[in-house]
């Protein structure tokens, strides 16, 4: 008869003991950085039914690299940068998706959990269908720093990407999420009333 | 700075705001949870990723023709694998190989050596590599067979109790009683050396050799055998059957945790929180909140903390006390305390910087906006671009 084992230590120990595949390791590693983990994966894509399947394909690729993890003590941004890679994966493949089920457009709309609509929720749902128009790494960079508020390094990091091309793709989101907002007047409504940044769109 | 970056800040943290004030986390986490654990536990490159093994082999296919010799040398320095049972099911680090009824349990591994559990004895292979495995004797009788190889090339190492047996290629027979601490090994090939606290020098032992040891003091009883004297009154006093005690110890020793709290029920809960150890009771206060019994939950821990004042463990039941008052109840003021509690016990503790995020919120969610804006401060010195970073920036910006 097998039976798993419970693993007990401090987090250099979780590391070693993922790295061996000590399987009682891996709901204490899931236990101490799913939440982080769900909020990354929330604020890249919004409310999304999808978010449970992805939150598991984060972690199960997290295993299977865990020997690549040199820094303990980064654990949480290495994590946060393989959640924007499986983020990143599913807005492809849901605009590839789109592409192809074009005739049937309710079967391709992003999977936004259905609830009452209150005001921060219709908010949320624009924002993120302002995101969805944007090409997917200027809406990664748009979110880890904006959102996420990650400083540009970080943001680099966890977009994989040299700290130029980061600020590039952020400066064009800025300009097309201004813009973007500007034609929608619900975020106007909600986004910090009266901030310079709703005035310049006023104008 | 730019004043369209503050504002685009400003509406980041907003909408931040709104995706936390959600209320799906928590089931989404416990949803992905399952299926997670249930992946880890059939885990195969085909139970992992299904969608994508047709690409996968057709790439791999390619590659094998180019790479076969690569491939080669890779499972050379692969860790080696192995099979447990006469069905020979896939074996797993770490978990625990027993046989069920008369049988001994093989245990087969792809390198050709061979370990044989007799009824009664119990091991787990806790580590392997390309050179051997690290293989823990928990208790009774076993036989090996490790295959001959270079000695250079061989890594095997046997922990029993105290005692380790360090090995090449060889055969032999070993038995631990764990009550008694001893060790008894008989070589029929080959070499091993043992080592333990109890020796002065490592001892060697040849072909045909025998060797009994034992790491037990002289004293009568010693101070583990007197806990357990003294945890089997405690447990006859207040009437808990054995069988019942037993259960929720091997539960909770197996990883069962649900099964473990439901046998500590059976058994009656207060009882057993009266006799079990501090990461014991850890253990079934986590296994209450994840099922969602924060109520039960909530006493295991605060006897933990009665028991075991100024333990790791009592630090640690405060943080959990703080997310049930905070998660379950939204008595936000409470889990305030719990968190500013585990972070007085453990001011360097591993819940650190997650016991001061939480404590921030839960100032800011009672209300309490000066003492959230200090932690906020705190935190955002301590960890700027940590998971609590961004409320921290909305509240200081307030």
């Known amino acids: 008869m097998v039976t798993p084992l419970t693993f007990v230590g401090?987090?250099?120990?979780?590391?070693?003991?993922?790295?061996?595949g000590h399987p009682g390791a891996a709901a204490v590693f899931y236990d101490s950085h799913a939440s982080h983990v769900q909020r990354t994966l929330r604020s890249v894509l919004g409310p999304d039914e999808d978010i449970p399947d992805m939150l598991q394909e984060v972690f199960i690729r997290a295993l299977d690299r865990i020997t690549e993890l040199r820094e303990v003590e980064r654990v949480r941004a290495w994590l946060t940068s393989i959640a924007i890679f499986v983020a990143r994966a599913h807005i492809r493949q849901r605009t590839r998706r789109r592409w192809l089920w074009q005739f049937s457009p309710e079967r391709i709309s992003p999977k936004m959990i259905d609830q009452p609509a209150t005001e921060v929720r219709q908010a949320l749902r624009e924002v993120y269908a302002l995101l969805d128009e944007m090409p997917v790494n200027e809406r990664m960079a748009f979110v880890s720093r904006f959102i996420e508020g990650m400083t540009l390094l970080d943001g680099a990091v966890a977009c994989s990407t040299s700290l130029a091309t980061f600020k590039r793709r952020l400066s064009r989101s800025e300009k097309r999420f201004l813009s973007g907002a500007a034609k929608r007047p619900s975020l106007a409504h909600w986004l910090e009333d009266?901030?310079?940044?709703?005035?310049?769109?006023?104008? | 700075m730019d004043p369209t970056k503050t504002d685009l800040n400003s509406v980041g943290g907003s909408i931040a705001m709104a995706l936390q004030a959600e209320t799906h986390a928590s089931a989404e986490i416990r949803v992905a949870r399952g299926s997670f654990l249930d992946a880890v536990a059939s885990r195969s490159p085909a139970a992992v990723h299904p969608a994508r093994r047709f690409p996968l082999r057709l790439a791999f296919a390619g590659t094998l023709v180019v790479a076969g010799g690569l491939g080669v040398f890779i499972w050379m320095k692969a860790p080696i694998s192995f099979e447990v049972g006469v069905a020979r099911t896939k074996g797993r680090l770490g978990d625990v190989v027993?046989?069920?009824?008369?049988?001994?349990e093989p245990l087969h591994f792809s390198e050709g050596s061979k370990i044989q559990v007799a009824p009664h004895g119990r091991l787990r292979v806790l580590a392997a590599s390309s050179k051997g495995a690290r293989v823990l004797v928990e208790r009774?009788?076993?036989?090996?067979?490790?295959?001959?190889?270079?000695?250079?090339?061989?890594?095997?190492?046997?922990?029993?109790?105290?005692?380790?047996?360090?090995?090449?290629g060889t055969r032999f027979h070993l038995f631990f009683e764990p009550q008694s601490q001893s060790l008894h090994l008989a070589m029929r090939e080959?070499?091993?050396?043992?080592?333990?606290?109890?020796?002065?020098?490592?001892?060697v032992l040849s072909a045909g050799g025998r060797l009994d040891l034992s790491c037990q003091p002289a004293e009568p009883i010693n101070s583990a055998m007197m806990e357990t004297a003294v945890e089997a009154r405690r447990t006859e006093s207040i009437g808990l059957p054995g069988p019942a005690k037993a259960r929720w110890k091997d539960f909770l020793g197996m990883g069962r945790m649900a099964e473990a709290l439901r046998a500590a029920d059976q058994a009656g809960l207060e009882g057993v929180c009266q006799v079990a150890t501090a990461k014991e009771l850890l253990q079934l206060g986590d296994a209450a909140r994840l099922g969602h019994r924060g109520i039960k939950a909530a006493m295991i821990l605060r006897i933990l903390r009665q028991r075991f004042p100024r333990s790791d463990e009592a630090a640690t039941a405060a943080f959990a006390l703080g997310r049930i008052a905070f998660e379950d109840r939204r008595s936000y003021g409470e889990a305030a305390g719990y968190f500013s509690t585990y972070l007085l016990e453990e001011p360097q503790g591993p819940l650190m910087g997650d016991a001061l995020g939480r404590l921030m919120e839960s100032r800011q969610k009672a209300g309490d906006f000066p003492a959230a804006r200090a932690e906020a401060e705190k935190y955002a010195r301590r960890f700027p671009t940590g998971p609590y970073a961004d409320l921290a920036r909305v509240i200081l910006s307030r």
Do not use: S, Y
Not at chain 2, 98 to 104: F, H, I, L, W
Not at chain 2, 190 to 203: D, K, M, N, S, Y
């Open chain 2, 190 to 203: 080959g070499q091993v050396v043992v080592t333990a606290p109890c020796l002065e020098v490592p001892r």
């Open chain 1, 194 to 203: 009266g901030t310079r940044w709703t005035q310049q769109k006023q104008i």
């Open chain 1, 10 to 20: 401090d987090e250099k120990a979780l590391m070693q003991a993922l790295a061996a």
């Open chain 2, 98 to 104: 027993e046989p069920q009824g008369a049988d001994p």
């Open chain 2, 140 to 168: 009774g009788d076993v036989d090996v067979d490790i295959a001959h190889a270079d000695k250079r090339t061989k890594r095997w190492n046997f922990e029993a109790g105290p005692f380790e047996v360090r090995v090449t």
